[in-house]
């Protein structure tokens, strides 16, 4: 479920050559090739995909703090989309890091209530 959930998180609708490179880099393990491309792809328009993507990337290079940051951007931008499936997504992934990387329960169940 959680391999599925974190795929669907970087298929997105969202298209450009740095979006494509990313989510290709991403599908093949290149957590520092697919940082540079969400990177880009954000450079040229901010979007949630792309700082959804950033954060998943970030996560698997081991940057927690990178990753939670963009992963926030993320929701609010799910959020203000109105896109409630990738709010939850996200905020499942947040969860998993306030839990994980700060030891934080209370704060990560605040995630997902």
Same mark, same amino acid.
């Given at each position: #479920?959680?391999? /599925?959930?974190?795929?669907?998180?970087?298929?997105? *609708?969202?298209?450009?050559?740095? #979006?494509? /490179?990313? %989510?290709?880099?991403?599908?093949? @393990?290149? $957590?520092?090739? /697919? %940082?540079?491309?969400? +990177?880009?792809?954000? *450079?040229?328009?901010?979007?949630?995909?792309?700082?959804? @993507?950033?954060?998943?990337?970030?996560? $698997?290079? @081991?940057? +927690?703090?990178?990753?939670?940051?963009?992963? %926030?951007? /993320?929701?609010?931008? =799910?959020?203000?989309? &109105? *896109?409630? %499936? &990738?709010?939850?997504?996200?905020?499942? +992934?947040?969860?998993? @890091?306030?839990?994980?990387? =700060?030891? *934080?329960?209370?704060?990560?169940?605040? $995630?997902?209530?």
């Amino acid at each position: #479920m959680l391999i /599925a959930m974190l795929e669907e998180a970087v298929a997105g *609708d969202e298209s450009g050559a740095s #979006m494509e /490179a990313a %989510r290709a880099a991403l599908a093949a @393990g290149e $957590w520092e090739v /697919a %940082r540079e491309f969400f +990177q880009a792809s954000l *450079d040229e328009a901010p979007s949630a995909a792309a700082f959804e @993507g950033l954060g998943v990337a970030c996560r $698997w290079l @081991g940057e +927690q703090e990178a990753a939670m940051r963009a992963l %926030r951007r /993320a929701y609010r931008l =799910h959020r203000r989309a &109105g *896109d409630a %499936r &990738g709010a939850a997504r996200v905020a499942l +992934q947040l969860c998993f @890091g306030e839990c994980y990387f =700060h030891a *934080d329960v209370a704060v990560g169940l605040g $995630w997902i209530e």
